[in-house]
Structures are given as C-alpha cells and as structure tokens.
C-alpha cells in the first residue's frame, strides 16, 4: 500500500508537473507574441518619430519660405509707395512747368503777333509726350489698378481766386485741373 501511495503521489506530482508546463508552455508563447509586437511596435514608433521630424524639417522649410515671401511683399509694397511718391512727384513737377510754359508761350505767341508772325504750335501738336493727356492715361491706368494711389493736387499760387467750390486756384489752373482729373476719371 505504502508504494501504491507513493505511486499515486509520483503520478499526481506528473500530472501537476505536464499541467503546469502546459501552462508555463502557454505564456511562454503569449510572452514571445507579446515581445514580437512589443519589437513591432518600437520599430513602429521609430518609423513614426522619424517621419514627425521630416514633417518638422518640412514646415521649417514652408515657415523660412512664407517669412521670405513675406520679406519680399514687405519690400514690393516700399518699392511702390516709392515709385508712387516718384510718380506724384513727377506728375507735380510736370504740372508745375506745363503751368509755367503756358503763360510764356502765350507771351511769346501775343508777341508774335504783333509782328505779324505766326503763333507756335502747342505742345500736343509739337509732340504727344509733352502733353498731360498721356501722363493722365498714365496715372488712371495706374490708379486703376491701385486704387490707393492718389495723384498730387496742383497748389495754389500767387494771384489765386476762389473756384465755385471755395478752393483757390487761378483760372489757368482750374481749367487744367478740371480737365486732368475729367481724364483721370476715364477708363482707357
């Protein structure tokens, strides 16, 4: 009896031993899957973290190029409030000797006649570039596209009377004042 009992003790301990390496057997192979996808999924995240800092490397990229082109629009817009300045400038100096070329020719033209010469031609009729029209066409192609741009006022000077709407300009100067910006209003 006494080795009946071991026997069943030996069997019994067998029986706990295959059960348990069965078991041991089975996480075993849960914790091989376990490290394969932990392995998977670190290469995973590697793969992802190099990725994010292309993706970084890249929005540096695109933010240095819009702060490129912002530099640059900065740089356009001081280039054409320049060149408006210029332009305005220009127009007014172009006003400033048209005004004074006009009473000196009518002078030389009065005297002309006296003597029985000829007046000379106006300046639109000597050459297209020395009239305001086509600076005028300029201006309003110009203004059209800009609309912020404005074009300088003639000033008033010496001997000035008061237009109908109160501002001082001689007569000379109203006339062309009126008839500019008549052509600054059209669309060529």
């Avoid at 990229?61 to 490129?68: G, I, P």
């Avoid at 033209?109 to 086509?134: F, N, V, Y």
Wanted: hydrophobic residues 30%; aromatic residues 4%.
């Amino acid at each position: 009896m006494a080795d009946e009992q071991e026997i069943m003790c030996k069997l019994e301990s067998i029986k706990e031993i295959r059960n348990k390496t069965w078991q041991m057997e089975k996480i075993k192979a849960r914790l091989k899957a376990e490290f394969e996808a932990l392995e998977s999924e670190e290469r995973h995240l590697k793969e992802y973290k190099q990725e994010m800092d292309l993706l970084l490397q890249e929005k540096m990229a695109h933010v240095e190029e819009l702060r490129l082109i912002h530099a640059d629009i900065n740089v356009m817009e001081n280039t054409i409030k320049q060149s408006e300045n210029d332009l305005n400038k220009l127009l007014e100096s172009t006003r400033r000797l048209h005004d004074e070329y006009k009473p000196l020719k009518e002078h030389v033209d009065a005297l002309r006649m006296t003597l029985g010469l000829q007046r000379l031609p106006d300046l639109c009729e000597e050459e297209e570039k020395l009239s305001l029209e086509p600076a005028c066409r300029v201006i309003n192609k110009f203004t059209e596209m800009h609309p912020y741009a404005l074009c300088a006022k003639p000033r008033a000077g010496p001997g000035t009377q008061k237009s109908q709407n109160g501002s001082k300009m001689n007569e000379e100067r109203a006339s062309t004042w009126s008839s500019t910006t008549n052509n600054l209003g059209r669309s060529d």
